[in-house]
């Protein structure tokens, strides 16, 4: 009986941790590979700073959004390759490479914990 105990919650710890759930930063990944500034939207702070190639400002969440949703209309992106990833002290980040018809951008993006939540507070595009 024992055995059997030891054995199912062996099973159960390892389902858990195989089907843990996705972090917002792989969810950012996600809506960056496919240029889907509403997914994205859904991990924008209240303010956000974004770089783009002409200009760099901080903008409120709706600016934000509007201004995303035109960067990749605009670019028609192709997709994204991570080319790393970490976190430091509730810090997450990436930085990979948003290839779009346009031309490929070295894109970085900062998020931070807020009330228990990863919300972007960075994204910067630079032509590569």
């Known amino acids: 009986m024992k055995t059997i105990l030891t054995i199912t919650?062996?099973?159960l710890f390892f389902a858990v941790s195989a089907f843990?759930?996705?972090?917002?930063?792989?969810?950012?990944?996600?809506a960056?590979?496919?240029?889907n500034a509403t997914e994205?939207?859904?991990y924008i702070d209240d303010n956000i700073e974004i770089?783009?190639?002409?200009?760099?400002?901080?903008?409120?969440k709706s600016q934000a959004i509007i201004i995303l949703q035109?960067?990749?209309?605009?670019n028609e992106v192709r997709g994204f390759e991570v080319k790393h990833k970490g976190d430091n002290g509730g810090s997450q980040f990436a930085i990979g490479t948003l290839a779009t018809k346009a031309g490929n951008y070295r894109t970085t993006v900062f998020m931070k914990t807020k009330n228990g939540k990863q919300l972007v507070k960075e994204?910067?595009?630079?032509?590569?």
């Open 70 to 74: 035109d960067f990749f209309n605009n």
């Open 9 to 11: 919650c062996a099973v």
């Open 123 to 128: 994204i910067r595009f630079q032509s590569s």
């Open 20 to 30: 843990k759930p996705s972090s917002g930063l792989d969810n950012v990944i996600s």
């Open 51 to 60: 770089s783009l190639p002409s200009k760099t400002d901080s903008y409120s």
């Open 40 to 42: 994205f939207a859904r």
């Open 32 to 35: 960056l590979r496919t240029g």
